[in-house]
């Protein structure tokens, strides 16, 4: 049995180690074809000429399209002549960039600045459980090549901002709004229409979708429908809301089906309508929006937005989807995972209350520790909860304090903020497990999942 | 193309808890007022508790500003203000336009979405 144990692990250890020089080697191969396209480029000679003919393989990879009377041989050099820039390439971007390479656009540019974290592989399809780890772009473009390996792609592993996203944008046709976070979808917007850009942009949440055209034929832009951005608190990521794979599945798949038609020069391009999709009732709602709006700040008749600004200002909130740590309390309230662990699991002290929402708690929790969500922690049974286990303890710990945690430590400051005044009589102290569960894991227990 | 696409819309929400929010005229509702079958979106749908419900005596004759205080008072989306947008019977609602209303209108409440 350990012998066979044994020799799985070294053969897997093998190939991992191979992954690894394939990855390398696979990068060497991307930028010395990067090289010559520039270089041809420069010396004007990778042109590509609408009246060139279908190479043997493009005729049978695309036949199934080309014999579609409104695509033809025509439709398909239009095809192969687009440039497109896929910005994020996680649930949306993968399944647009997917179909994308499928059809035959000729460029396509990845831009993320992420790495593959496990919990994206149930909706961002392209990446695999090998590339954990791995840059988003690197692991995109990896899978993309594999489709269709005459596909120029370019990896732009960075953060877009507002330095350098003119120069990126202005290398492509056309781009797609596959981000995660309210001030990039500003900052694209704002590029798309200082560079002439059509924006086809979705977004997905839980079991809905958005999908529409931004900046295209007179079309409105992201400004005209929503001139201010949301107040931070009420906007609510995939991390924190959860998202089911298959939603940004379809959204990223219409955003592509956009794009072609863009490029085809179709009508019935989603400019100046916003699609709503609703995954629970399988509903499509088309909402005619309005035109563009003549005293819009950035393309309206007289802009007042001429360049780029700070859009996390703007916003009031990251460029990301992560959420940042907060720190809104005193030194002495905050409990390393080493306390909590010698103080309530080891000397079996005080009381340990999970604030996370039922269903996070049901998926893992700590031994022993009562689940009390923050939004009914200031409710009167909740504190009377809290107050009859405390007494109990107390009867036998001349010690109690009250633990708090959550995932990642900010919601239990905000419930430690207000136990703080509930338990005022109790005399006790309330502290939060500063890091929550995630430095639970780093620091206690590795077999914690971190989510 | 796009309108090819466009369905009924979803069957009255059946798995609703309690029934759908109803929300009762305000004042100055008087002869010619109607009931609206609103549908909420996205982080209107969080902040409301619900997808569906019903805002009564509405003026006919109306506007944008009226019909975004009433929507925003009845369905408690006070935090997100001026950060969504209103579709009547798809039709995206201009901020300033005079609105005319019909009884049975769906009134669509939408914030934009930016998960991805």
């Not at chain 1, 180690?17 to 394939?22: C, G, H, N």
């Not at chain 2, 997100?80 to 009547?88: C, E, W």
Request: charged content about 25%; glycine content about 8%.
């Amino acid at each position: 049995m350990s012998v066979g144990n044994d020799s799985i692990a070294s053969l897997e250890k093998e190939i991992d180690e191979l992954r690894k020089i394939l990855r390398k080697k696979e990068k060497e191969l991307s930028l010395l074809k990067e090289c010559h396209v520039n270089k041809e480029k420069c010396l004007g000679i990778n042109k590509l000429k609408l009246d060139d003919k279908l190479s043997k393989d493009d005729i049978e990879r695309f036949s199934r399209q080309i014999i579609i009377p409104t695509i033809g041989v025509k439709g398909q050099q239009l095809l192969k002549a687009a440039s497109v820039l896929i910005v994020g390439a996680g649930g949306l971007g993968c399944p647009a960039a997917q179909y994308l390479t499928g059809t035959g656009i000729g460029h396509i540019g990845l831009v993320d600045y992420d790495a593959v974290d496990r919990s994206n592989l149930h909706r961002q399809l392209l990446h695999t459980q090998e590339n954990i780890g791995v840059s988003k772009v690197a692991s995109a473009a990896g899978a993309l090549k594999q489709l269709n390996s005459s596909i120029r792609i370019s990896e732009h592993n960075i953060q877009l901002d507002s330095s350098n996203a003119i120069e990126i944008v202005q290398q492509y046709d056309i781009v797609i709004d596959a981000t995660d976070n309210v001030a990039t979808r500003y900052l694209l917007n704002d590029v798309c229409v200082i560079s002439g850009k059509p924006l086809v942009s979705g977004s997905a949440l839980r079991l809905e979708g958005q999908l529409t055209v931004y900046n295209f034929n007179q079309g409105p832009c992201y400004r005209c429908i929503f001139p201010s951005p949301p107040p931070p608190e009420t906007v609510t990521n995939c991390g924190d809301g959860g998202v089911l794979g298959a939603v940004p599945g379809v959204i990223g798949v219409l955003q592509a089906l956009e794009v072609i038609k863009i490029v085809l020069g179709w009508d019935g391009v989603l400019s100046g309508k916003l699609l709503l999709f609703s995954g629970e009732q399988s509903t499509f709602r088309n909402i005619r929006l309005r035109v563009k709006n003549p005293s819009c700040v950035i393309c309206g008749d007289h802009p007042l937005i001429t360049k780029l600004i700070d859009y996390e200002q703007f916003c009031g909130a990251k460029a990301s989807d992560k959420d940042n740590a907060i720190n809104i309390l005193r030194e002495e309230q905050r409990v390393s995972p080493e306390i909590l662990h010698s103080s309530f699991m080891c000397n079996d002290e005080g009381i340990l209350i999970d604030v996370r929402d039922t269903v996070e708690f049901k998926m893992c929790s700590l031994p022993n520790s009562i689940n009390i969500p923050l939004k009914s922690i200031d409710e009167t049974s909740s504190i009377q909860k809290i107050k009859e286990i405390v007494e109990c303890k107390k009867k036998t710990h001349q010690n109690c304090p009250v633990y708090v945690l959550c995932r990642r430590g900010n919601d239990s400051q905000r419930a430690v903020l207000k136990l703080e005044k509930s338990l005022q009589e109790e005399n006790v102290a309330v502290c939060d497990l500063k890091g929550g569960l995630h430095a639970w894991a780093r620091a206690i227990d590795s077999s914690f999942p971190i989510y | 193309m796009p309108d090819a696409v466009e369905l009924p819309p979803p069957q009255q929400q059946q798995q609703e808890e309690g029934g759908r929010l109803v929300a009762e005229a305000g004042e100055g509702a008087g002869a010619g007022a109607v009931s609206l079958r609103v549908l909420l979106f996205a982080g209107a749908r969080e902040l409301a508790g619900t997808a569906e419900g019903v805002l009564t005596g509405v003026p006919a004759r109306t506007d944008a500003a009226h019909l975004l205080g009433r929507v925003t008072e009845a369905f408690s989306l006070g935090a997100m203000a001026g950060s969504f947008i209103l579709a009547l019977n798809h039709d995206y609602v201009m901020p300033g336009d005079r609105v005319r209303v019909r009884d049975g209108d769906e009134l669509a409440v939408i914030p934009p979405l930016s998960g991805g």
